[in-house]
C-alpha cells in the first residue's frame, strides 16, 4: 500500500514538537522555561517581497506598525526584497546586553518586570545575547522619524520660547536615574508662562495625567497630535477647537518633575516623534 502523504504530513506536525524538546536544554534557574525562538506566541518572522510597503506587511500581519518598526530600527524608504523583519505580537523586542539584568531591562522601559517574564517565560535572568520581548507602546526610530519628518519643517510652531533642557531620546530618567526613553522635548521656561498651540486643532484632553501632572492633547486630525505637560493651569476645555498661537496653558511643574518646565510631545498616528523635525 503506497503511503499517504496527508497522513504522513499530519504525523509529522504531531511528532515534530516532541522530537524538538528532546534536543532542548532543561529548563533551570537563571534561563528560560524554552528558547526564546520556540516561543512562538512571542514573534515570527517575515521575507519582504517585491512592492512590500511597511503599514502593508503590518495589517496583513496584524502587527500595529509601531511594534513593526521598532522591533526591526528600519527605514521605510529603503525597505528591500529579501529582507528579514521580525513580527512581534504583543511588544518590541530587546536584545540582552552583557551584565543586563531583567530589572535593569524593566526599569530601562519603565515596565513592571512580572509582565517581562510572563511575555517571554521566564523563570531566571536572561542571558546576554538573547532577545526578549518588551510589552510596551514603542517609540519610532529616528530613521523612521527622519523618513516622517521630510519636508514637514514648518508643520508646528514653537509652544513656547526657552532653551531645551532635556531632548527626544535616551537620557537618564532624572527621577528614577535610569536608563528611558524621552519622548519629547523640554523647554526650560519659568513657571506660568504662556503655552501655545503648536498648530490648530481640538483639544481631546486637558486635565490631570498621570506623570505629565496637567496635561493638554490636542489633535489636529491629520494623524497628529501634540502634547503640553507639567502645566500649572488649563485655560481650555475638552472639546474645544483652538488655533494655531492660541494659549491653551501655563508652564508648571506638575506630575514627574523636577523643576519647571514644558514637555511637548508630537506624535504620529499615536507614536512618538522628535519635534525638532516639525519645527522651524
Same mark, same amino acid.
Given at each position: ?6 497522513? *504522513? ?18 529548563? %533551570? ?10 516561543? =512562538? ?11 512590500? @510597503?511597511?503599514?502593508?506587511?503590518? =495589517? ?15 527605514? /521605510?524608504?529603503?525597505?528591500? /526584497? +529579501? =529582507? ?16 543586563? @539584568? ?20 521566564? @523563570? ?13 507602546? #514603542?517609540?519610532? #526610530? ?37 536608563? %528611558? ?16 498651540? *503648536? ?32 502645566? %500649572? ?12 498661537? =492660541?494659549?491653551?496653558?501655563? %508652564? +508648571? ?6 523643576? #519647571? ?18 519645527? /522651524?
Amino acid at each position: 500500500m503506497s503511503e499517504n502523504p496527508l497522513l *504522513a504530513a499530519a504525523l509529522a506536525l504531531l511528532l515534530f514538537p516532541l522530537l524538538l524538546a528532546s534536543f532542548l536544554p532543561p529548563a %533551570s534557574v537563571g534561563g528560560p522555561v524554552l528558547p526564546i525562538a520556540a516561543t =512562538q506566541a512571542t514573534w515570527s518572522t517575515y521575507t519582504v517581497q517585491a512592492g512590500d @510597503t511597511l503599514s502593508g506587511i503590518a =495589517q496583513q500581519a496584524g502587527v500595529p506598525l509601531d511594534y513593526l518598526i521598532a522591533s526591526n530600527d528600519v527605514d /521605510p524608504s529603503r525597505l528591500r /526584497p +529579501g =529582507q528579514q523583519l521580525v513580527l512581534p505580537t504583543g511588544g518590541v523586542l530587546h536584545t540582552v546586553k552583557l551584565g543586563q @539584568t531583567l530589572a535593569d531591562i524593566a526599569k530601562s522601559y519603565e515596565v513592571a518586570e512580572a509582565a517581562i517574564r510572563l511575555a517571554n517565560r521566564l @523563570t531566571g535572568e536572561p542571558t546576554a545575547g538573547m532577545r526578549i520581548l518588551i510589552p510596551v507602546p #514603542p517609540v519610532v #526610530p529616528q530613521a523612521t522619524a527622519l523618513a516622517l519628518g521630510k519636508g514637514e519643517a514648518t508643520r508646528f510652531s514653537w509652544p513656547a520660547r526657552g532653551p531645551i533642557s532635556s531632548p527626544f531620546g535616551p537620557r537618564i530618567h532624572p527621577i528614577y536615574r535610569v536608563s %528611558s526613553f524621552h519622548s519629547g522635548v523640554d523647554l526650560a521656561i519659568p513657571e506660568g508662562t504662556h503655552v501655545h498651540a *503648536a498648530a490648530s486643532g481640538r483639544v481631546v484632553t486637558a486635565g490631570w495625567e498621570g506623570g505629565y501632572g496637567l496635561l493638554v492633547v490636542v489633535d489636529h486630525e491629520d494623524g497628529y497630535a501634540t502634547y503640553y505637560g507639567h502645566l %500649572s493651569q488649563l485655560l481650555v476645555s475638552v472639546g474645544q477647537f483652538v488655533e494655531i498661537g =492660541q494659549v491653551v496653558a501655563r %508652564s +508648571g511643574n506638575t506630575g514627574l518633575s523636577t523643576g #519647571p518646565h514644558l514637555h511637548f510631545e508630537v506624535r504620529c498616528d499615536g507614536v512618538a516623534v522628535d519635534p525638532l523635525l516639525f519645527l /522651524p
